[in-house]
């Protein structure tokens, strides 16, 4: 069993700063490419950032510059540095991550989803 479980959402102001974390635990033999993704009211869950196991990250054009991914691979966790927060940055906010796991089978895996509200 693999669980990914996202902490740090929340209520901020615009400009504001939040960051978001998200560890991995279970049965984990390799974590591959690990993400973030978000899903605002009526709209399609989009790609906000993702990181490779050797650091190669990226970004969705429109947030390069506010928003910085990181990882431990030791932790197995991943965060998200946000920065000059907008209105429209509201959404739930998803950590993804590609694992294999201790049987050898690859598997894609989301967290629950962590609530971030830009509002003044």
């Known amino acids: 069993q693999v669980q990914l479980v996202e902490s740090g959402g929340g209520l901020v102001q615009p400009g504001g700063s939040l960051r978001l974390s998200c560890a991995a635990s279970g049965s984990i033999f390799s974590i591959y490419v690990m993400g973030w993704y978000r899903q605002a009211p009526g709209k399609q869950r989009e790609l906000v950032a993702g990181i490779t196991s050797d650091g190669t990250a990226n970004y969705a054009d429109s947030l390069k510059g506010r928003f910085t991914i990181s990882r431990d691979n030791a932790k197995n966790t991943v965060s998200l540095q946000m920065i000059s927060l907008k209105p429209e940055d509201t959404a739930v906010y998803y950590c993804?991550?590609?694992?294999?796991?201790?049987?050898?089978?690859?598997?894609?895996?989301w967290g629950q989803g962590t609530q971030v509200t830009v509002s003044s």
């Open positions: 993804n991550a590609a694992i294999m796991n201790m049987r050898m089978s690859l598997g894609d895996y």
